[in-house]
């Protein structure tokens, strides 16, 4: 079963870079699919930030793109998130994801929440 | 401003059965692009419910059921349950500049 597990700092300071990892259980990242972080601000719907090819191609949204870098380290069966000069309206729960076949995010971390403040 | 639209909410009372729309454009759904739906109850993360705009996992009941037309696509609920109750999202492809994986804006169902 293909588990992942969404870690990080709950706390972030204005302009400072919000860094989450995410690690996968179950499936090696090595062998195929892309792998994505998607957000959800506090009472608000869920916003796509980006994905990764398990070979490091990145895609990731343009309203977010200047200030995102998504990595991944096929030897720790991780992948990453940093985004850099966050503010207050980056306070959300961010969840990473496995996109399957189809391009459909099928299995989701649990999220973390992670609030911008000083 | 959400890329799919979606009505914010729909209630139905146990029994009923609802439906939830998601309109697209040219550049998703309208493009051929598959829709996905996904269930977030309360609390939790969110779960795909129908992906390939008609197919359910293994686990999701057939009472949730999806369609797709031209550039929009629908989830239907039959024999709603309290259980139900959350957050449903639409999910697909576009090729614009709007972004590569695009989300509606969610839509809540309340269970009357």
């Known amino acids: 079963q293909v588990q992942l597990q969404e870690s990080g700092p709950g706390l972030v300071k204005p302009s400072e870079t919000l860094s989450l990892t995410c690690t996968v259980s179950?499936?090696?990242?090595?062998?195929?699919?892309?792998w994505g972080w998607i957000r959800q601000p506090p009472g608000e719907g869920l916003e796509w930030i980006g994905s990764?090819?398990?070979?490091?191609?990145?895609y990731y949204n343009p309203s977010l793109k200047s200030r995102v870098t998504i990595s991944v380290d096929t030897s720790m069966n991780q992948f990453s998130l940093k985004l850099r000069s966050v503010t207050a309206a980056d306070s959300a729960v961010y969840y990473c994801?496995?996109?399957?076949?189809?391009?459909?995010?099928?299995?989701w971390g649990l999220g973390t929440p992670v609030t911008v403040s000083s | 401003q959400s890329v799919l639209t979606q009505p914010p909410s729909v209630s139905g009372a146990p029994g009923q059965r609802v439906t939830i729309s998601c309109t697209g454009s040219s550049s998703n759904i309208g493009a051929g692009y598959d829709v996905h739906w996904y269930q977030q109850l309360p609390g939790t993360a969110p779960k795909v419910l129908i992906y390939?705009?008609?197919n359910r996992p293994s686990g999701v009941p057939d009472r949730f059921s999806g369609s797709k037309s031209g550039t929009s696509a629908s989830l239907a609920i039959t024999g709603l349950q309290a259980e139900d109750e959350g957050d449903y999202y639409c999910?697909?492809?576009?090729?614009?500049?709007?972004?590569?994986?695009?989300f509606g804006g969610g839509t809540k169902l309340t269970v009357l």
């Open positions: 390939g705009n008609s």
């Open positions: 994801a496995r996109v399957g076949t189809n391009y459909y995010f099928d299995y």
């Open positions: 990764i090819y398990h070979s490091g191609s990145t």
């Open positions: 999910q697909s492809y576009d090729s614009s500049l709007s972004g590569d994986w695009v």
């Open positions: 179950g499936y090696s990242i090595s062998s195929g699919y892309y």
